[in-house]
Nanobody, 125 residues
């Protein structure tokens, strides 16, 4: 069992930055590929970024490439999403998720086992 708790969301002006954190409980955190997803009002939850357990493989949706950076600190059981140059269209609830142990990162949300409660990110124009 892995419990995930996101933090770091908030209100920011366009062009600003936020860093989201996702703290995980459980001794096996190191084995999980971790992902970030987001869901805007009236839209489906979409993939944002993912990182492998060894941090040697990461993936980003095209709309955030060059602006967002995913990282993880396995010693702290935490995964981060640094978001720079934020745009109003980045406004959403952001969720972190843990995938199958030892798996490569995936964009497919049905392959993620554990989910956090989400943190709201609002970007004003």
């Amino acid at each position: 069992q892995v419990r995930l708790l996101e933090s770091g969301g908030g209100l920011v002006q366009a062009g600003g930055s936020l860093r989201l954190s996702c703290a995980a409980s459980g001794r096996t955190f190191i084995s999980y590929a971790m992902g970030w997803f987001r869901q805007a009002p009236g839209k489906e939850r979409e993939f944002v970024s993912a990182i492998s357990w060894r941090r040697d493989n990461s993936d980003y949706v095209d709309s955030v490439k060059g602006r967002f950076t995913i990282s993880r600190d396995n010693a702290k059981n935490t995964v981060y999403l640094q978001m720079n140059s934020l745009k109003p269209e980045d406004t959403a609830v952001y969720y972190c998720a843990a995938g199958n142990p030892w798996a490569i990162p995936t964009r497919n949300k049905i392959e993620y086992i554990y989910w956090g409660q989400g943190t709201q990110v609002t970007v004003s124009s």
